[in-house]
């Protein structure tokens, strides 16, 4: 049987089953959503390549360009680090 939600978007958004019931025409699930908490940017690309491992038509950079550029120091940290 499988899981009604699928791991990926568990490890994505922090989430945790812990127990779920399938009936004949819904189901229930439990889960354990943890603490609001600032994450570091390797924790920010781990859970972006859980949810997308192969970059889409739709996006412009693959993984490996986005970590380059939080690693010099990019636009995006600079306008991060001011909030």
């Known amino acids: 049987m499988r ?3 699928g ?3 568990m490890q994505f958004c922090g989430a945790e089953i812990l127990t779920y019931c399938v009936m ?15 994450l ?5 690309m781990r859970r972006y390549k859980v ?4 970059p889409t038509k739709f996006q412009s950079a693959s993984t490996k360009v986005m970590e380059s550029q939080l690693e010099a120091g990019g636009e ?3 306008t991060r680090s001011k909030n």
């Open 76 to 78: 995006g940290v600079k």
């Open 40 to 44: 570091s940017d390797i924790e920010l």
């Open 7 to 9: 791991q990926q978007r």
């Open 51 to 54: 949810l997308y491992p192969k």
């Open 24 to 38: 004949t025409n819904h189901f229930h699930v439990l889960l354990r959503i943890p603490e609001p908490a600032v």
């Open 3 to 5: 899981v009604p939600f």
